[in-house]
């Protein structure tokens, strides 16, 4: 048996992009069949995307997932820095990624993650985001709690940073600006919002565009940014990390 001192992180799986790519894949394959056999034999080149779906499906299966997510929260955690006193909600924190980044940079301050934890959301637990905390020597420093971001379960102005990373692309598209709305809510004036997300997916609605820096405008941040940060796994494209100041 491995030692403990050994023991991993577990920050999930990619679950929701392999469901995802192998629903479209057999989609796609059910329909080349069926339109070959009853409507046009040229219907039967929809197998060539479905053989694209399945291949998208596989390389998410790849190694290197925790590695990947590693370096994300050091390129995150570099962009936008803890400092020690602060209270940070970690919004759809999953296995605690980011709220456990935070805690084990900071010396004292409040460190809260938040998630309701969906079976095919990428695996994760609070309890699994607790032993995450255990195992990275945060235990006691950070907090787990099951909260939905269209409804976060803190006053106004309560925290310093609120902190999202691929979790508000994946919630539904006409309930995403409620989510956006709750986390500045709960950011004191002046304090700092920030999420990493994809820059497009066409399946689900989302874009990381001028539309976005303006709609969170109008929620009541100023200074949007978008910062290009390039992933790796399962291979090279561009996410952005999006920040902004809550006006004063």
Known sequence: MMPEAFEKPDYGFPTWHIALNLFYGFLLLLTAALGYLLVT????????PAAYMFW???????????EEKLRLRKEF???????????VLDVGTGGGLLAIGYAKAMKEGEVIGIDIWLPMAGGTSKETALRNAEIEGVTGKVKFQ?????????????FDKVIASFA??????????????EMVRVLKPGGIFAILEPDSDRWIGWRVDERLKEKLTSLGLRN???HPITLTYPKKRTAYLITGEKSR
Request: proline share 8%; hydrophobic share 40%.
């Open 41 to 48: 034999p040229f219907l039967l080149a929809l197998a060539a």
């Open 168 to 181: 508000i692309h994946v919630i539904p598209r006409k309930e995403r600006e409620k989510a956006l709305r």
């Open 56 to 66: 998208r499906a596989l390389s998410w299966r790849k190694g290197g997932f925790l």
């Open 224 to 226: 949007v940014k978008l």
């Open 146 to 158: 099951r909260g939905d971001a269209r409804r976060i379960p803190y006053p106004d102005n309560h």
């Open 77 to 87: 955690l570099r962009h936008v820095r803890p400092k020690d006193g602060e209270r």
